[in-house]
């Protein structure tokens, strides 16, 4: 019981890593409320975290529209009595050279990827400042510090993520509000998934290929990104905060 009656905010519960971080957080005692812009998504997540005996609600939002995310945070704090952890894990994933995207495109993965981010932790404060332990985890990604093939708008994203990290931890850090990170490496959800239709990639070779840039030989799981979320979420990490935790199987080594 690590999150033990700790009310929690996760971007992207819907799915993938931000799922797993519901379940996992919920079974250390959180209540959850799952933000996510696809409908029955969050429902599913939320009727996972209930059948386990958890507490949860889905309510649906689009992080990139600053309207939508202050409704939100209005139903997340009367739910949750407050708000203690907020969870940014929605993202756009766009990918594309230079040549290949357009403005609106840029404008979508900036607008969840870091405005979004940005918006929830605006609209958090209030209540943030009034818990005992509050902090910030962004899902952030590797593709913040390294360049891969035809991955712009979404690695240029994930950097100004690793920013926005570091320079709300030194503003927030007035308010005892920790701000951290987690870089996952290759994991496998379904975005794995639509970036094998993208690459028209068949999925077992992907795969392979994509493991074998790790030290483990393998893509991670969602569970092992929801850990490194969940440590730096906890009390174990008090003395932690404008920090990156690196989840790649020592890909970026
Ligand atoms: N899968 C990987 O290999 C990998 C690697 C590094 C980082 N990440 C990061 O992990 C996080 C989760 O990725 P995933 O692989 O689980 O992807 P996913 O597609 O399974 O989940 C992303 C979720 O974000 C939601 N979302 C998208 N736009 C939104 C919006 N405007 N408002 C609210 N919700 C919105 C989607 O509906 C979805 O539920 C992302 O931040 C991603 O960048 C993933």
Partial sequence: MRL????????GGASGIGRSICNIFASEGASIVIADIDESGSHETSAQIESAGGKSLAVTTDVSSDESVSDMIKKAS????????????AAAFIFGKVEDVTQKDWETVFGVNVIGASSTVKHSLPYLKQSTSPNIVNIASVSGFIAQPSFVPYNASKGALLQLTRCLAMDLSEFNIRVNAVCPGAIYTPATERHIAFEKADRDEFLEKAGQTSFLKRVGTPEEVAYAALFLASDEASFITGSHLVVDGGATV
């Fill in 4 to 11: 033990a009656s700790k009310k929690v905010i996760v971007t």
């Fill in 78 to 89: 009367d739910f949750l009595g407050g708000i203690d952890i907020l969870v940014n894990d």
